[in-house]
């Protein structure tokens, strides 16, 4: 005859056996899980949410969460699982993407003492109408890679995809690119092309079926047609830290991976990778453009370097320069003007000569700015007459060196020649204006010379 203990221990195992997929009980009866699934709630035609609990009793709970599949489908084995973390013993997920007007499978399953324990099988049918088709706007698009503001870009390309039929429950639709590498697709149909150029298939999905659509992406560089390279001419030192190049393509988006800036003579002046010319010393100097790696224009500069010491002979209301424009050291010639030219030249034609067009001006005021000025005919004649004259050589360059007021400056012979030449600013006629002419080891004068001619340039600085 059984006890009352006995019979109390088989009643609630009768209690655990109605509400649960599966329990254990001990030899002492006092262990046991119990597991309750519970009905979906929420249930629509792409989602639902699930619901359990359990019960435990001296036991460690490892895992909980829900199996869940379609109905026709479902399989503890084979059906998907969701670890859902369990608080206050009850456990909820919601699910999202199922096919509308489907049956669908649950259980809830707890993990404790490595055992596996099971709720019921409950079941939900999801609702809605159903997708039978996805249309994408264009089936096929090109797209293109330029540069823009010093960056390579890709355009965008805005897609759209509508689902049949127009009252399918879920609307919405995947986004999915088969090459990253060409073009990228947002969740909401907008493609970038990424790079590089080629062809990438852009899906767009309805979720939970098989129905999709394709666009064809074809993406190619904008061609470079022309380079223009600018910023030749001259950079005067006295009024510039640096000059920049410019580079202009045709078209403007063209498109190109790298573009590079070299400098003839860096000892003259050197170019950085951005195309900003820094000056070092007076001379002619061409950076050359190179673009992926082609030579596609230059530009010719004249670095002119600013005003040396003035130095003072001793002469009326002015004082000398110590260098002539262009010149590094005293023994330089500098550069060679026309008569009333602003910048230096190095063809000296009558035919290419024009006094009164727009460069025409005082080249020393214009490269040293103040009170810098060629020299006038009578100041010429005061140095002649008033400073001392010495044929000397100074760095191997023969020249005159000019001494008064207890100071000198050297005026060097033009190139390896034995002569020297130097404009004044006062013209002599209409075809010739007066200049210093020394020749080595003879006749030191002022002399008129045709304006065309390419002479060397030793400024004044007045002082009144």
Not at 125 to 150: C, D, F, I, Q, Y
Not at 231 to 258: C, K, L, Q, W
Not at 271 to 290: L, R
Request: with cysteine; aromatic share 8%; glycine share 10%.
């Amino acid at each position: 005859m059984q006890t009352l203990k006995q019979i109390a221990v088989l009643l609630a195992a009768m209690t655990v056996l109605a509400g649960c997929g599966k329990e254990k009980i001990n030899s002492k009866g006092k262990t046991y899980c119990t597991v309750f699934t519970e009905a979906a709630t929420n249930v629509t035609a792409m989602g639902a949410t699930l619901h359990g609990r359990f019960e435990v009793v001296d036991l460690t709970v490892e895992e909980t969460g829900f199996l869940f599949a379609k109905t026709a489908d479902f399989n503890k084995e084979t059906a998907s699982k969701k670890e859902v973390d369990a608080e206050n013993k009850t456990l909820e997920l919601t699910l999202t993407n199922l096919e509308p007007k489907t049956s669908y499978s649950y259980m809830i399953y707890v993990v404790a003492n490595d055992t596996r324990f099971y709720g019921s099988k409950e079941e939900f049918t999801t609702t809605g109408v159903a997708v039978t088709g996805v249309t994408m706007s264009k089936p096929s698009a090109t797209m293109t890679l330029s540069r823009e503001n010093g960056s390579i870009v890709g355009n965008t390309l805005q897609l759209s995809a509508s689902v049949s039929p127009s009252n399918a429950s879920n609307k919405s639709v995947n986004w999915s690119s088969s090459n990253t590498n060409v073009a990228t697709v947002s969740s909401t149909g907008l493609v970038t092309a990424t790079g590089t150029e080629g062809k990438a298939t852009i899906t767009a999905s309805a979720p939970g079926t098989s129905h999709s659509d394709k666009c064809e992406i074809t993406v190619s560089k904008v061609k470079l047609t022309g380079v223009s390279v600018g910023g030749g001419g001259d950079y005067r030192m006295a009024f510039e830290n640096s000059h920049a190049i410019t580079v202009t393509t045709t078209p403007a988006n063209a498109y190109y991976t790298s573009i590079a800036f070299s400098s003839s003579a860096s000892t003259i002046a050197t170019v950085s990778d951005k195309g900003i010319v820094t000056g070092v010393k007076g001379g002619y100097v061409t950076i050359t453009v190179k673009i992926d790696g082609v030579e596609k224009g230059s530009a010719k500069l004249c670095v002119i370097p600013a005003a040396p010491e003035a130095i003072d002979l001793g002469c009326t209301g002015v004082k000398w320069a110590r260098n002539n424009i262009g010149a590094n050291v005293r023994s330089d010639s500098g550069f060679l003007y026309a008569f009333n030219r602003q910048s230096p030249d190095e063809v000296f034609t009558s035919d290419h000569y024009n006094e009164t067009s727009g460069n025409s001006g005082d080249p020393a005021k214009y490269a040293w700015g103040g009170k810098w000025r060629l020299p006038t005919k009578s100041e010429i004649e005061e140095l002649l007459s008033k400073c001392t004259w010495k044929s000397i050589s100074e760095n191997g360059v023969g020249g005159q060196e000019v001494s008064g007021n207890g100071k000198a400056i050297f005026l060097p012979n033009f190139s390896q020649r034995d002569y020297g030449d130097y404009w004044s600013q006062s013209s002599a006629n209409t075809s010739t204006s007066w200049a210093l002419h020394f020749v080595t080891q003879g006749t030191t004068t002022v002399t008129n010379i045709e304006k065309y001619k390419g002479l060397m340039v030793r400024p004044v600085l007045q002082t009144y």
